[in-house]
DNA sequence: TATTGTTATACTCTATAACTATA
DNA sequence: TATAGTTATAGAGTATAACAATA
């Protein structure tokens, strides 16, 4: 008896992190629109600013994405002058991909974007309430990284 | 001085929900992927399930899609002997898709699928916590919804 | 022989534009 | 003339497989 009468389900709970995981998806699409950037050449991106210039190989791996993709994603990138191509000064089969001025500056405005996104969701909250959706969260994402750690969907 | 110290930053909080976005994703992938269904067939599937047959007009409207492109989910799901097409009794110019037998199953089959997934989350967590981070959702949710509501993008 | 990246091919999700049949 | 749906075309996200150059 313990989801009676009014309270909330759970299923109803899964609809609103469902409703959430669409609108912040929608956010961050619009978002990154404005940057001139999809969703996933911004992750590329974010992965070249955060591991710093690589072989395409080390970036398919963080991106969990195939080598044949990745020629595409830093294909675009380079079109849109936010990464070149580098030989790899030990390896000859390799190229280095590095993030240009602008792809760093890119990847800047979005991390200040992500900041303010994250204030227009919680800068107003109470610090209680803060504090125990943290606590939800985390318990959420503890039951759920391992359940989706076995799936192992490859094309996701 | 809200976020001082130990404290979970706003910043910190929206990786959380990145987080849960993405694994609920992949969770909702993979078992679509048990049905046969990608994302968006699943929803075009959802959608007739819950308002019934009608005309392909009415799907893209309530999909937020082209008429284009609801052709070609209809036609995948036809394929799958998930729906069929009908000729509108009233409007010649007009067809009617509807569910089968087999799609009606499947369509259930993704709602106890959900519910399932909703009791691997929620199920076990106390019944405090829980409210607390419904609560919470729902704050989350006030904010994003007119924000998101306001950028309209179009392809997303 | 194993690895890096590319070309070739294919499927899915989207969009716009032009067109057909019907209202 | 307006609407329902299709064909045509296009770009992006993915994948596998075959292949070149290099290790």
Known sequence: MKYAQQMT????????????????????????GTLGLTPSRAHALWELHRRGPGPQRALADALGVTPRHVTGLVDALVEHELAVREPHPQDRRAVLVRLTDKGRATAEDFERGQAEFADLL?????????DCLVLGLDEVLARLRPAVATQEVPGA
């Open 9 to 32: 389900s759970p299923k109803e709970a899964l609809d609103r992190v469902l409703e959430l995981a669409v609108l912040v998806h929608h956010d961050m699409q619009s978002s990154l």
């Open 122 to 130: 919680f800068g107003q909250m109470s610090a209680d309430r803060f």
